[in-house]
């Protein structure tokens, strides 16, 4: 194993975080622990960092990393970069032998805000229509009553002025959310958070398409099917004139780079990006 493979913390506060480390996967590093940590260290972030924000990094994800180098940056600067997708958590235990649980943002979401409930935690939900906001509200609030919901908006689908998008920031940050819910679409998600780290003061996380499956409007696949990392399957029968080329076209291409990575293992660090990671 090579040591820079594994991104470890700088430095520790007085409260250590719940998740401290991150192993690299192609060219970017992803988190790792258990499902539980992922839950604390989230909630962790809120008490210890004004601004930050969490990736859940699946296959379209990773190759979209490798891709584009600025992309990739803004997944390694990451507070937290979770194995969404079952092929990464999968690919970790291959590559370095240990067991890593999936994190999807559609499990997490949900646990997140029964926590927050519980915790005295309040969330804004941003991005989508604001039909699936209202749907993903009412659904919060019939789980569970005393949830604190800071606020919800659906901004438009264009690029926002300076001023929309400080307005924005006025809105979400007045509101005293802690959790910041963000549904715009891989990469847009992405973008905006890192964009907005250091100026939403809240713990932001981009959870996609989670938004329609916690309020219903979409079903999921059985467990079992979903252990077998089967959901992209589901996903593009549900819509194969938009997705066909991000799964059968960015899986090939996964493939080939996780072969490569394991065959070639001279190259594998040609393109990696240098990060510190410090609690």
């Known amino acids: 194993m090579h040591t820079n493979d594994i991104m470890e913390p700088s430095t520790l506060r007085k409260t250590a975080a719940p998740l401290q480390q991150k192993r690299r ?14 839950v604390e260290q989230v909630f962790w972030m809120t008490e210890n960092r004004e601004s930050s924000y969490v990736c859940f990094a699946n296959v379209h994800m990773l190759v979209e990393a490798y891709q584009d180098p600025g ?4 997944l390694n600067e990451a507070d937290v970069a979770s194995p969404d997708g079952g092929p990464l958590s999968k690919l970790m235990k291959l590559k370095y032998g240990h067991s890593q ?6 499990d997490l979401m949900p646990r997140l805000i029964e926590e927050a409930a519980a915790r005295g935690k309040s969330v804004f939900f941003y991005g989508s229509t604001d039909d699936v906001l209202e749907e ?4 919060a609030k019939a789980k569970h ?10 901004p438009p689908f264009r690029k926002l002025t300076d001023a929309e998008d400080q307005s924005i920031v006025d809105m979400i940050n007045d509101s005293g959310a802690d959790l910041v819910f963000v549904a715009l679409g891989c990469p847009k998600q992405e973008r905006w958070m890192a964009e907005h780290k250091g100026r939403v003061k809240a713990c932001m996380l981009g959870v996609g398409q989670a938004y329609m499956t916690y309020a ?27 997705l066909w080329k991000r799964y059968l076209v960015t899986n090939s291409i996964f ?20 990060v510190t990671v410090g609690y």
Not at 25 to 38: C, H, K, V
Not at 101 to 106: A, E, I, L, Q
Not at 145 to 154: F, L, N, T, V
């Open 25 to 38: 996967l192609l060219n970017s590093y992803i988190t790792t622990g258990r499902f539980d940590e992922f």
């Open 71 to 74: 992309f990739n940056k803004i």
């Open 101 to 106: 649980d999936r994190v999807p943002g559609m």
């Open 136 to 139: 993903v509200v009412k659904t």
């Open 145 to 154: 009553p005393a949830i604190k919901i800071a606020g919800h908006y659906s």
């Open 216 to 242: 219903g409007l979409e079903k999921r696949l059985p467990k079992w099917a979903r252990d077998l990392s089967l959901e992209w399957t589901y996903r593009l029968y549900q819509e194969p004139k938009r």
């Open 255 to 274: 493939v080939y780079l996780t072969l490569k990575d394991a065959l070639w293992p001279k190259d594998k660090h040609s393109k990696a990006t240098a």
